[in-house]
């Protein structure tokens, strides 16, 4: 099967897949892709992919108002389908409409410089987490509160990296700093703690990326400018928190920007990087991390990638010159997945 492309001949920083009340009605994959040009108007694309017709098509454009450095839809299908996106000096939450032909409602905007949100991870949207350069604050989304910042944690470090929400303990958040390594944040406690012998991962320019994986608890990943991924486990004590290497990959010739474990079988590891490939990698040999999928002709660096919310087997990624493509995991792997799970 070839993979599927699509060009929005726009520069582009994010893409994310989108949650929504259809994906359990319709067998497709709905992808959220949006411009990010500072001198001209902006665009949301919904991509739709058929992976029984390998098709990748584009059914409806959305306008917003300023350029899109990052965008994250709330991982809910039950409730509303609230998408966050943050600008240079702007942040917004909007409505996804039920019919998706009509334009997002705004239902909250911010004047506020955000570079990441983090929606609940069990779908819950009473307020949702945002990360600031040195700052991680929770946003209440309550309609009488709506926008109030309701806590707010102050990270000491140079510049906080990338965030991710520990999937197995909802009080966890961890946080890549430049400057200090790895820190994980407890809401519990309100501290920040730091995960000692973290600072340089990836040599002195710090860690850009991080991950947890959803099938076992207190495993997590990291990449950066060393082309390498790492894969860790950790455990808390009274005092401190330890962290052991476990493995690495070899994954690319320059910067990792992004990685991701997959949801259902984290030996499955997906890998953008500034090299302009996107790769999806098999951990299941413990000897030797095996490429199963490369996708090499994005054309420029790849700004963010994705695992589908429609299934575990689709992913795909965005080059910065605006082009998406879209693959599946190959179906010998997934057979084979399958069959263990059955034992």
């Excluded at 949702?128 to 910042?149: M, R």
């Excluded at 476990?246 to 997906?270: G, M, P, Q």
């Excluded at 054309?299 to 795909?316: A, L, Y």
């Amino acid at each position: 099967m070839t993979t599927a492309t699509y060009c929005l001949e726009r520069q582009v920083r994010s893409i994310c897949p989108l949650y929504h009340f259809l994906n359990t009605e319709q067998e497709c994959h709905r992808f959220l892709v949006g411009s990010s040009n500072c001198t001209a108007k902006n665009k949301i694309h919904l991509l739709e992919f058929q992976d029984e017709t390998n098709t990748l098509e584009c059914s409806v454009v959305w306008n917003h108002e300023s350029e899109i450095n990052g965008m994250w839809s709330s991982p809910s299908l039950s409730g509303k389908s609230l998408l966050a996106t943050a600008s240079t000096k702007s942040f917004q939450v909007l409505q996804v409409s039920e019919n998706l032909l009509m334009e997002p409602k705004q239902i909250l905007s911010l004047n506020k410089g955000i570079t990441q949100a983090l929606w609940d991870l069990e779908g819950l949207q009473n307020d949702l987490k945002i990360v600031q350069p040195q700052t991680i604050s929770t946003l209440s989304l309550e309609t009488d509160k709506i926008g109030a910042e309701t806590t707010s944690y102050s990270i000491d470090c140079e510049r906080i990296f990338h965030a991710a929400l520990d999937p197995h303990h909802s009080f966890l958040c961890l946080l890549s700093c430049a400057g200090s390594g790895l820190q994980l944040v407890d809401f519990r406690s309100k501290q920040a703690i730091k995960m000692e012998n973290t600072d340089n991962l990836h040599g002195f320019q710090g860690t850009l990326h991080v991950d947890f994986s959803t099938t076992k608890p207190n495993k997590i990943l990291t990449c950066g400018h060393d082309g390498i991924v790492h894969i860790h486990e950790f455990r808390m004590n009274s005092k401190n928190i330890d962290v052991e290497h476990k493995r690495h990959i070899r994954a690319h010739e320059h910067t990792v920007r992004r990685a991701l474990f997959n949801s259902f079988h984290d030996s499955l590891v997906l890998s953008g990087s500034s090299d302009q490939s996107l790769k999806l990698w098999d951990l299941d040999d413990v000897e030797k991390p095996n490429c199963i999928r490369q996708l090499g002709c994005l054309g420029d660096t790849v700004m963010d990638i994705f695992w589908s919310s429609n299934g575990p087997w689709v992913f795909g990624g965005v080059s910065y010159n605006g082009r998406v493509m879209v693959d599946t995991v190959p179906s010998e792997k997934k057979m084979s997945i399958l069959l263990e799970e059955q034992k």
